[in-house]
């Protein structure tokens, strides 16, 4: 019979390596289900296991028995770079559930491109909200450079291939088909590398004029994009996420 040696320290780092991946992997452990009768008056609690990725026998909990269930989770923060953090919220995001998500982004300078030119601009802060469900994408412009609270009035972005209800024309942009933690650079990129040619609305910004000699004014003279220049949409944020919903 053959032996092999083994140095010791490449024992110790093959342990070290399994150990490390071990406490990185998160997976599901149990599961708690309540159980309830049709109005809601008797209710009870069970704990199942999870074995396989399947839930396990039942186990019937008493109060006391969930919180010290609960009280032996160890709940720590997650570094945002940490790549199995797969739930991390940015700062900016407003709403995410499975299939839409909205985001702020914060006043900034972007090149936007027309049809035969292109202007260096001081853009207003800006509310994208994208969902997967039919690649639906909507950008509006915002009031203040912080984040928006749900009484925040909402403005028209001062964009072309803006339809009337602030839905963004999408051309041949190529949109995600789910979300992940690229989505929204990946739909930043679309947008902003993409031509606007031309608009959808009435009016793109508050006083009826073209927008395009609007542009290369303010670029002219390096001006920030003002509220006062934006058309207000009389709604205000939380109504718009009450129409998402």
């Known amino acids: 019979m053959d032996i092999q040696q083994?140095?010791?320290?490449?024992?110790?780092?093959?342990f070290i390596g399994h150990?490390?991946?071990d406490e990185l992997e998160i997976n599901p452990q149990f599961a708690l289900v309540v159980h309830g009768n049709a109005s809601c008056t008797r209710s009870y609690i069970t704990r199942h296991d999870v074995v396989n990725g399947s839930l396990g026998i039942a186990q019937h909990l008493s109060t006391s028995d969930l919180i010290e269930s609960l009280n032996n989770v160890s709940i720590k923060p997650q570094s945002k770079h940490d790549p199995q953090l797969k739930g991390f919220l940015a700062s900016n995001v407003l709403l995410k559930n499975s299939n839409t998500i909205m985001w702020h982004i914060p006043r900034q300078n972007r090149t936007i491109y027309m049809?035969?030119?292109a202007h260096k601009l001081r853009l207003p802060p800006l509310l994208f909200s994208y969902s997967t469900n039919g690649s639906k994408l909507s950008v509006y412009a915002l009031p203040f450079n912080k984040r928006p609270e749900l009484n925040t009035k909402l403005y028209r972005s001062p964009f072309y291939n803006i339809y009337e209800d602030c839905r963004v024309c999408l051309g041949s942009m190529?949109?995600?088909k789910e979300l992940n933690a690229d989505t929204i650079k990946q739909v930043e990129d679309e947008f902003f590398n993409s031509r606007f040619t031309h608009s959808n609305c009435k009016q793109v910004l508050r006083k009826k004029q073209n927008v395009k000699a609007f542009y290369a004014k303010?670029?002219?003279?390096?001006?920030?994009i003002l509220?006062?220049?934006l058309q207000p949409l009389g709604i205000t944020l939380n109504e718009l996420i009450n129409k998402l919903a």
Do not use: R
């Not at 083994?6 to 093959?14: G, K, P, R, V, Y």
């Open 6 to 14: 083994t140095n010791a320290n490449d024992l110790a780092e093959q």
């Open 19 to 21: 150990s490390i991946k």
């Open 218 to 224: 303010k670029e002219k003279a390096d001006d920030k």
């Open 115 to 117: 049809t035969d030119t």
């Open 174 to 176: 190529k949109m995600p």
């Open 227 to 229: 509220v006062s220049e």
